[in-house]
């Protein structure tokens, strides 16, 4: 499975971004995908993740703010950040997750999202 990320970028805070992160290759592996990000200093820690029937689930310091989606058709996730705040700004990681859980991660490269005040 291969994960192309694209659609950060250096925003206001306030403002919105919208995270893409498609899949390829073996997507039958794919029980869920999600988004991690990383902040300088500070470890990966996981932000949203939709599975394939559409649940979603969000870290608490996104949820009313942050929006995660997916198009099974076209094995794309994304996701939706808005009233984006200083404290967002990290490199956001792709993730899809395997249907058996002792097989190990999909991640793919990391996208840089900036929030100036």
């Known amino acids: 499975v291969q994960l192309q990320a694209s659609g950060g970028g250096s925003v206001q805070a306030g403002e919105s971004l919208r995270l893409s992160c498609r899949a390829s290759?073996?997507?039958?592996?794919?029980?869920?995908m999600g988004w991690y990000r990383q902040a300088p200093g500070k470890e990966r820690e996981l932000v949203a993740t939709?599975?394939?029937?559409?649940?979603?689930s969000y870290a608490d310091s996104v949820k009313g703010r942050f929006s995660i989606s997916r198009d099974n058709a076209d094995y794309t996730a994304y996701l939706q950040m808005n009233n984006l705040k200083p404290e967002d700004t990290a490199v956001y990681y792709c993730?899809?997750?395997?249907?058996?859980?002792?097989?190990?991660?999909?991640w793919g490269q990391g996208t840089q999202v900036t929030v100036s005040s």
């Open positions: 290759g073996s997507i039958f592996r794919i029980s869920a």
């Open positions: 939709i599975t394939t029937e559409g649940s979603t």
């Open positions: 993730n899809a997750r395997q249907w058996l859980r002792s097989d190990p991660d999909y």
